[in-house]
Nanobody
Framework: QVQLVESGGGLVQAGDSLRLSCAAS????????VAWFRQAPGKEREFVAA????????YYANSVKGRFTISRDNAKNTVYLQMNTLKPEDTAVYYC????????????WGQGTQVTVSS
């Protein structure tokens, strides 16, 4: 099992920055990839960014490319999502997810953290 705990959400204004954290624990040696997803009210959950746990390979949704950065602190087993130039349409609950085998299906999920961007 892998446990994921997100933090760092909050209320910010358009144009501000925010950094989300996802602390992983448990069988982290089995993790192949980590990702961030988000779900806005009334909308389906959508992919935001992903990276392989122990090798290169980073991917972003077009809507956040150039504004968001996914990174990892190996020593802390923590994944970050740096969000810059936030827009009201970035408002959503952000979820961290981990996969043990592929970047297209995620096996473990965090509880989510709310990000609200006011205009």
């Amino acid at each position: 099992q892998v446990q994921l705990v997100e933090s760092g959400g909050g209320l910010v204004q358009a144009g501000d920055s925010l950094r989300l954290s996802c602390a992983a624990s448990g069988r982290t040696f089995s993790v192949y990839a980590v990702a961030w997803f988000r779900q806005a009210p009334g909308k389906e959950r959508e992919f935001v960014a992903a990276r392989r746990w122990n090798s290169v390979g980073i991917y972003y949704a077009n809507s956040v490319k150039g504004r968001f950065t996914i990174s990892r602190d190996n020593a802390k087993n923590t994944v970050y999502l740096q969000m810059n130039t936030l827009k009201p349409e970035d408002t959503a609950v952000y979820y961290c997810a981990a996969s043990i085998a592929t970047m297209s299906k995620y096996d473990y999920w965090g509880q989510g953290t709310q990000v609200t961007v006011s205009s």
